[in-house]
């Protein structure tokens, strides 16, 4: 059995003044790619998620589109976010 997943993560710091995305790519079990706003591009941890983020980092349009994907998913849907996350502390 082959298993594929991605993960998203917004990590809201002092409400929307600082967010942080996390993108996480796993494939049986193990994590092969990530991209992380604050690094601004994708890490692999694999022989094929180095391929893959050396193919992605070459690209400017999928760096771009993923680096505003913090204004686009996290501070977009900060109010749907908010109550589970950030007031149950």
């Given at each position: 059995?082959?298993?594929f997943?991605?993960s998203?993560?917004?990590?809201?710091?002092?409400?929307?003044?600082?967010?942080?995305?996390?993108?996480?790519y796993?494939?049986?079990?193990?994590?092969?790619?990530?991209?992380?706003?604050?690094?601004?591009?994708?890490?692999?941890?694999?022989?094929?998620?180095?391929?893959?983020?050396?193919?992605a980092?070459s690209?400017?349009?999928?760096?771009?589109y993923?680096?505003?994907a913090?204004?686009?998913?996290c501070?977009?849907?900060?109010?749907?976010?908010g109550?589970?996350?950030?007031e149950?502390?």
């Open positions: 059995v082959l298993q997943m991605g998203t993560e917004c990590h809201f710091i002092n409400g929307t003044e600082k967010v942080r995305l996390v993108q996480r796993i494939y049986n079990r193990q994590q092969f790619l990530i991209f992380d706003s604050d690094v601004g591009h994708f890490v692999g941890f694999t022989p094929y998620g180095e391929m893959n983020a050396k193919r980092n690209d400017p349009a999928i760096l771009e993923r680096r505003t913090v204004d686009r998913y501070r977009h849907n900060y109010e749907v976010f109550p589970f996350s950030v149950r502390r």
